[in-house]
């Protein structure tokens, strides 16, 4: 079966950097666009970025873009979220998904996701 495993997440100062992995297996990881999303408290899930199979395109939200940089090495069938800049209302829990639609600049909901990790606790401390 399909496991997205998240790691990285820990406190960290406002205006720091952090660097977010997922592990895959169960799938053919470089047929798949992954994303990063976020849930604050109290909150919706939030889309952060997608990252095509290739690797070669990716999109970001608004509030992220500049900061954040998705990447992945399909070798290790891991896909990354660095981030740096941090703000305290970076503050949630990241979560990596994955689907096997190509990736598309439209594709920020959740429900366009079919797999899901766990999640890592991601706080900026002001």
């Known amino acids: 079966q399909v496991q997205l495993v998240e790691s990285g997440g820990r406190l960290v100062q406002t205006g720091g950097s952090l660097r977010l992995s997922c592990l895959a297996s169960?799938?053919?990881?470089?047929?798949?666009?992954m994303g990063w999303f976020r849930q604050a408290p109290g909150k919706g899930r939030e889309f952060v970025g997608g990252?095509?199979?290739?690797?070669?395109?990716?999109y970001y939200a608004d509030s992220v873009k500049g900061r954040f940089t998705i990447s992945r090495d399909n070798a290790k069938n891991t896909v990354y979220l660095q981030m740096s800049s941090l703000k305290p209302e970076d503050t949630a829990v990241y979560y990596c998904a994955a689907d096997f639609a190509p990736l598309r600049a439209t594709m920020t909901s959740p429900r366009e996701y079919n797999y899901w990790g766990q999640g890592t606790q991601v706080t900026v401390s002001s």
């Open positions: 169960g799938l053919a990881f470089s047929r798949y666009t």
């Open positions: 990252n095509s199979g290739s690797g070669s395109t990716t």
